[in-house]
């Protein structure tokens, strides 16, 4: 089932210059989440088919999913609890016998979804606060650092085409102040550190979504997909009214790298373009799996501090870099199923 994840980083690797990665040594944490995976495969990939001669490790929190295994081949795998400050202190000591740091680090550990980064505020907040700040201690002092913010940042504006010079408006009692605050104050410490002479790079990234979940995965389009398959209908929790602008996974690992490698600014947004409704988009999943969608007759309520609008301006990144071809939205459901349909086992008819 791999093979839907390879599909997604040979397109990343056609379309970036790479070459700056050739013998460096890479950290990815959160390396076994939907954007962890595939930035670590596309950095297999360009070791085993084009020789870049990359030592890459990855930090996750628990076992790595079987499904995931054979990515993780030739890589160094550290198993631990990222905000724990022993165990960064124990890699800086392995680190010290080589006499050399990471050449870069991706900080993409931290919860995508809501029934998560809810459910333990205090190891969220450290997630994106004392993990961040340890981990530039693990940086050479010419290497380069990307933390992988979010769109929540802009919560509490109901506006689109939200861009980089504007923030929220929540309050710190907000139900998911523990995501947003913590997003926040990891910019300030990638800022901090780059007034003390560090390259980082700060990416506020907006739903992504794409082959690489797991079972368990909870996000939006996800619990569609699954709501579909499993029960053959897809009922809403609400009117399904709110916007959002989705990014298929290729796009944004893409945005990712092209922003670490050959960024110019401090903070992109990064998201794709399609933008829809909550309710379109089950319609769209249900119109691929032949299923029916119910909408309440009453309005529900659903999660606490659901933001009414996700749209970010990209305009930033296509500026500094160029148009670029996004996934089509039907195309990226096409292939979102038929990873889930493998998941649960399912033989796939839905054509990629």
Same mark, same amino acid.
């Given at each position: 089932?791999?093979?839907?994840? +390879?599909?997604n ?9 790479f070459?700056?990665?050739r013998?460096?040594r ?8 939907l954007?962890g ?9 360009l070791? +085993? ?8 490790w ?19 795998v550290?198993k ?11 890699v ?6 080589t006499?050399?740091?990471f050449?870069v ?7 995508g979804?809501?029934?998560k980064f ?9 997630l ?11 940086l050479?002092?010419e ?11 802009y919560s509490?504006?109901n ?6 010079t504007r923030i929220g408006t929540?309050?710190?009692?907000h139900? @998911?102040a523990?995501?947003?605050e ?19 790079k ?17 996000r939006?389009i996800?619990?569609?997909?699954d ?7 897809? +009922? ?7 916007? @959002?602008?989705?990014?298929y996974i ?7 790298y092209?922003?670490?490698l050959h ?11 399609? @933008? ?9 999943i249900?119109?691929?799996l ?7 007759s009453s +309005? ?5 501090g ?9 305009? @930033?990144y ?6 670029k071809?996004?996934e ?5 459901l ?11 086992g399912?033989?796939?008819e839905v054509a990629p």
């Amino acid at each position: 089932m791999l093979d839907l994840i +390879e599909q997604n980083c040979e397109k990343v690797i056609a379309s970036l210059d790479f070459s700056s990665l050739r013998n460096k040594r890479v950290l990815i944490t959160g390396a076994s989440g939907l954007i962890g995976i595939h930035m670590v495969s596309v950095l297999k990939m360009l070791n +085993e088919r084009y020789d870049y001669k990359m030592d890459v490790w990855c930090w996750v929190f628990s076992d790595v999913d079987t499904n995931f295994a054979p990515v993780f081949d030739g890589c160094v795998v550290l198993k631990s609890d990222l905000t724990d400050s022993r165990n960064i202190e124990s890699v800086a000591n392995t680190l010290a016998e080589t006499l050399s740091g990471f050449d870069v680090i991706i900080h993409a550990a931290g919860y995508g979804q809501p029934q998560k980064f809810t459910s333990n505020k205090i190891k969220t907040i450290e997630l994106n606060t004392h993990a961040t700040t340890n981990l530039f201690k693990l940086l050479n002092a010419e290497g380069s650092f990307l933390f992988c913010s979010t769109s929540e940042v802009y919560s509490g504006i109901n506006e689109e085409g939200i861009d980089e010079t504007r923030i929220g408006t929540t309050l710190p009692d907000h139900p @998911r102040a523990c995501y947003i605050e913590g997003k926040r104050c990891g910019e300030a410490i990638c800022q901090a550190f780059s007034e003390l002479g560090y390259k980082s790079k700060i990416a506020r990234i907006s739903l992504a979504y794409g082959p690489g979940t797991k079972s368990n995965d909870a996000r939006v389009i996800s619990n569609l997909i699954d709501k579909g398959l499993k029960n053959g209908r897809i +009922e809403l929790l609400d009117n399904g009214s709110s916007i @959002r602008t989705y990014g298929y996974i290729s796009d944004i690992v893409e945005m990712l790298y092209n922003i670490l490698l050959h960024g110019k600014q401090a903070v992109y947004n990064v998201s794709g373009n399609s @933008r829809v409704s909550i309710l379109e988009l089950a319609q769209k999943i249900g119109e691929q799996l032949n299923c029916e969608v119910v909408v309440p007759s009453s +309005e529900s309520v659903g999660l606490s501090g659901n933001p009414k609008v996700v749209n970010m301006s990209i305009d @930033r990144y296509l500026n500094e870099f160029g148009n670029k071809t996004f996934e089509p939205i039907d195309v990226g459901l096409t292939n979102t199923i038929n990873w889930q349909k493998k998941l649960h086992g399912i033989e796939c008819e839905v054509a990629p």
